[in-house]
C-alpha cells in the first residue's frame, strides 16, 4: 500500500503512530524502516525517540529501535544522538518474542541480503562496515520504504525491488510525489494528504510565484562574427581569449553546456537582489535563499560562476553564499550549516538540496536550471513549503522561475500522479553485441549497434582513427556502422568474431575524443525582467491586473455573503472589529486566497500605490472612483473629520493620538481594545480613557469607527 503526503507535512511521524499501533495490537513486532541516506535514517530514528505515544513513556523506552553508526556529518544538527546497532543475531535468527524497529539506508541492507557488489552503485554513501548476512524471508513483519520514488534509473529500481521483495511481509510505501512504478509495486494509494490542503489547514506555507525572464535562457545565445569569447578547454580548465572568426548560433537547451552569458547570469542575480532588498527592508531580515544551478561540471561549473555573481552583487562577504554540491568538502556539514546558522544566506546548488533536507527557514528558490521531472521539481519546491522555525511571521516563499514562468506551468498541468518512467540505465557495446550473437532481437539490437557505431563516428578524435585501422579499413567507423547490416546477413560468423574482439570493444568503449571546448560569450548582453504572479487554491496563477479584476467581480458579486461588503457600501455606521474580521478571513478563505498581503501586492505593483488598507481595496472595487488610501491616511482622515470644530483638553488629546496610533493597526476600535492593546492598556486603559472623555468615549468611538467605513 502507498501513503502520499506533501512534503513537510510529517510523513515519518504519522508512521511513527501507525508502527506503535501496529506493535501494541500485535500485528506486527519486527518492522523494518528502509531509507536511501544515512542522514534521513538519522532524522527517522531521532523521531522514534521523540514520540511519546504513553503518558510519561517515549518509543524508545516500550520498544526496542536499532539502527547503524552515524559519522557527524550524517547529522544536520547539533544535538547529542546515540543510536543503538542492532544485534546480528535480530536479523539472521528472528524470534517471536522480538519487538523492534530496525532504520537501515536501501545500501546497507542490499548488502546484508545480496552483498556488496549488489549494492547501489551510483550512492555516494559506502556501507564499509556492512557484509552478506543470511536473513530469512521472515525476518520482518511490516517493511516501510521512505521516499518511494526514488530510483530514477532502471538499475536503482530493480536494487530497490529485489530488496523489498525479499521479504514476505506487509510492505508501506511513503511519497510525497507518486510515481507510476511506485503505484505500480506498491498498488492503490491509500491515504493521501495534498499539498493545498495542508497550505489550506495551516500546516504548511504557500509560495507566491515570481515570472523572471530572461531572453538568453529562453532564446540562446547568439555571437558575432568579431566578437570576443572566452575558449575553455573542459579537460584542463585552461581559457584563451580569441575573436570569433564566424558568427555562432546557440540554442537555449545548450547555454551553460556549451555557452555561458556571463552577463546573462549576472542580471538574473541583480533582479533577484530587488526582490531580496524589499523582502529584507518589510521583514527585517535577509531570506534565505537557495538557487538551483544548471550544473557544477568541472571548470565550467554554472554553480561556481552564480556563487562568484552573488558574491559580488550582495557584496556580503565570501561566507554568506556558498555552494552545497557533492563536489565540494563535507556537504552535508554544508546542509547543515546553511539550515541552522544565519550564513550563509545563499546557498547554490544544482540537486544536491532537492530532497530530504528539512530547512524550515527558507524563503526564496531559484529555478535556474530546467528541470523535467515532475518527481524532481515538487521536491524542489518541496525544500520551501515548511513554517518557519525561528521566523513565526513565515507567511510564505518566493520561487523564481527563471524561464519566464513555463516551468511552474507546465508542472501546474501535470497530473497528481507522473506517468514518467525511471530512466533506463544503458547498456554496453558488449551487452548489445552479446545480444546479437545470442539472437535475441536481432534486428533490434543491430539497429542500436548501428546508432552506437555512429555515435562513435562523430565524437572520435583523428587518433582514434588510426587505431581503429587495427579493425576497420581505413579506421572508417561511419562507413563500417553503414553497413554492418548487410555484413551481418552476408557473413554473421565471420563479422561478430570481429565485434566480438575485445579490444574492439574495449575501443569503441575508450576511443580518444577530441577536447571540448566551452564558450564565454563576454559580449553578449540579456534583456532580463520579472513580474511577481499570484495563485488561486487550485494552483491557476493571475498576473496582478487579472488578480484585482478577479478581486473585483468577487467583492461585486458576494455581498450577500460578507456582511462586511454591505457595511462598507451601505451603513458604516456599523463598522467594527466584528464585521473587519469577517471579511478578512472570508476574502482569505476564497479560492483565490485575497489576503490582505496579496492584495496590497497586486495594487501596489498595477496601481502604484503602497501599503493600500484592505477598507480602500474594497471600496474601491465597488465603486472605482473610491481613493486607494494607507491606514494612516484613512485613519487621519477619519479623526480629523470628528475632531473638526471641536475642543479636547490635553489629556483627551493625548487619547486621541493613542487612538490614531491604535487604528492605523487594527481600523477598528471597541472597548476591549483599550484593555488588549499596548499602546493603549499601557496609559491607564479603558477606564482612565472612559474618564478623560466624560463618560462619552463609546459614542466617540463609534463616531470614529463610521468615519472610519465611510
Known amino acids: 500500500m502507498l501513503v502520499a503526503m506533501a512534503t513537510g507535512t510529517g510523513k515519518t511521524f504519522m508512521i511513527v503512530n501507525q508502527v506503535y499501533r501496529l506493535m501494541k495490537s500485535g500485528v506486527a513486532r519486527r518492522i523494518l524502516f528502509l531509507v536511501d541516506r544515512r542522514a534521513l535514517a538519522a532524522q527517522a530514528v531521532r523521531t522514534f525517540a521523540s514520540f511519546e505515544p504513553e503518558p510519561g513513556l517515549k518509543f524508545d523506552r516500550i520498544y526496542e529501535v536499532y539502527s547503524q553508526k552515524f559519522q557527524r556529518d550524517d547529522l544536520l544538527d547539533d544535538a547529542p544522538f546515540d543510536p543503538k546497532t542492532i544485534p546480528e543475531s535480530y536479523l539472521t535468527d528472528p524470534q517471536p518474542q522480538h519487538s523492534f524497529v530496525y532504520v537501515c539506508t536501501i545500501q546497507r541492507m542490499t548488502t546484508y541480503l545480496f552483498g556488496k557488489e549488489a549494492a547501489l552503485s551510483q550512492s555516494e554513501e559506502e556501507e564499509e562496515d556492512a557484509n552478506q548476512l543470511d536473513i530469512p524471508i521472515h525476518a520482518f513483519d511490516l517493511v516501510i520504504a521512505d521516499e518511494c520514488h526514488r530510483g530514477y534509473t532502471s538499475s536503482e529500481l530493480s536494487v530497490w525491488r529485489n530488496a523489498l521483495d525479499h521479504f514476505d511481509a506487509i510492505k ?13 509495486y506498491f498498488n492503490e494509494v491509500v491515504y493521501r494528504y495534498e499539498y493545498e490542503r495542508a497550505v489550506r489547514e495551516g500546516h504548511l506555507v504557500d509560495y507566491d510565484p515570481v515570472k523572471l525572464k530572461s531572453n538568453v535562457r529562453l532564446n540562446g545565445v547568439f555571437v558575432k562574427e568579431g566578437e570576443e569569447v572566452g575558449l575553455v578547454n573542459t579537460e584542463s580548465g585552461a581559457e584563451k581569449r580569441d575573436y570569433l572568426e564566424d558568427e555562432r548560433d546557440f540554442k537555449a537547451d545548450e547555454v551553460e553546456e556549451k555557452v555561458t552569458s556571463p552577463d546573462s547570469n549576472k542580471r538574473i542575480v541583480q533582479e533577484l537582489q530587488k526582490y531580496a532588498d524589499e523582502h529584507e527592508q518589510k521583514y527585517g531580515r535577509f531570506p534565505k535563499t537557495l538557487i538551483f544551478a544548471d550544473n ?17 552583487v550582495f557584496e556580503r562577504g565570501d561566507s554568506f553564499v556558498q555552494k552545497i554540491t557533492g563536489r565540494v568538502d563535507r556537504p552535508l556539514q554544508r546542509i547543515r550549516e546553511f539550515r541552522n546558522r544565519p550564513n550563509p544566506g545563499i546557498a547554490v546548488t544544482v540537486d544536491l538540496l532537492s530532497t530530504g533536507v528539512d530547512i524550515p527557514d527558507l524563503e526564496f528558490i531559484v529555478l535556474l536550471r530546467v528541470v523535467k521531472s515532475r518527481i524532481l521539481f515538487e521536491q524542489m519546491l518541496g525544500r520551501g513549503t515548511r513554517k518557519g522555525e525561528r521566523f513565526s511571521d513565515k507567511s510564505h516563499f518566493v520561487v523564481f522561475d527563471c524561464f519566464d514562468g513555463t516551468l511552474l506551468k507546465y508542472f501546474n498541468s501535470a497530473t497528481s500522479i507522473t506517468a514518467e ?13 552479446d545480444d546479437i550473437w545470442k539472437n535475441n532481437d536481432r534486428d533490434y539490437n543491430i539497429g542500436c549497434l548501428v546508432k552506437r557505431l555512429r555515435r562513435v563516428e562523430k565524437e572520435m578524435s583523428g587518433d582514434a582513427r588510426t587505431l581503429f585501422e587495427a579493425y576497420i579499413p581505413d579506421g572508417d567507423v561511419g562507413a563500417f556502422a553503414e553497413g554492418l547490416t548487410q555484413a551481418l546477413r552476408k557473413n554473421f560468423t565471420g563479422t561478430m568474431k570481429l565485434l566480438r574482439d575485445p579490444g574492439l ?3 569503441l568503449t575508450e576511443y580518444p575524443r577530441p577536447p571540448k571546448v566551452f564558450l564565454v560569450a563576454y559580449d553578449s548582453q540579456d534583456e532580463v525582467s520579472s513580474e511577481r504572479l499570484f495563485r488561486d487554491s ?21 455581498p450577500a455573503h460578507i456582511e462586511a461588503i454591505n457595511i462598507l457600501r451601505d451603513r458604516p455606521k456599523d463598522w467594527g472589529t466584528k464585521a473587519l474580521s469577517e471579511l478578512q478571513k472570508k476574502l482569505a478563505t476564497a479560492g483565490e486566497r485575497f489576503t490582505v498581503e496579496n492584495l496590497r501586492r497586486a495594487h501596489e505593483i498595477h496601481h502604484h500605490k503602497a501599503l493600500v488598507d484592505i477598507i480602500s481595496m474594497v471600496k474601491h472595487a465597488i465603486e472605482e472612483d473610491q481613493p486607494l488610501l494607507t491606514a494612516e491616511e484613512r485613519v487621519s482622515r477619519a479623526i480629523d473629520k470628528i475632531t473638526a470644530g471641536e475642543t479636547f483638553t490635553p489629556e483627551q488629546q493625548q487619547w486621541l493620538e493613542r487612538i490614531r496610533t491604535a487604528l492605523v493597526e487594527t481600523l477598528s476600535i471597541e472597548k476591549d481594545d483599550f484593555d488588549e492593546l499596548p499602546v493603549l492598556s499601557r496609559a491607564g486603559g479603558w477606564g482612565r480613557a472612559n474618564r478623560a472623555f466624560n463618560n462619552r468615549l463609546p459614542k466617540l468611538l463609534s463616531r470614529i469607527n463610521e468615519a472610519i467605513a465611510a
Open 172 to 184: 508501506i510505501g511513503l511519497t510525497a510525489t507518486p510515481a507510476s512504478h511506485t503505484t505500480t
Open 505 to 507: 570493444q574495449r575501443l
Open 296 to 312: 557544477d561540471q568541472p571548470h565550467i561549473s554554472h554553480a561556481d560562476q552564480i556563487v562568484n555573481i552573488c558574491r559580488d
Open 538 to 558: 487550485t494552483g491557476k496563477e493571475y498576473k496582478p491586473e487579472d488578480y484585482i479584476q478577479a478581486f473585483t467581480r468577487f467583492v461585486r458579486e458576494n
Open 421 to 433: 518512467p525511471p530512466r533506463k540505465t544503458s547498456r554496453t557495446v558488449g551487452e548489445i553485441i
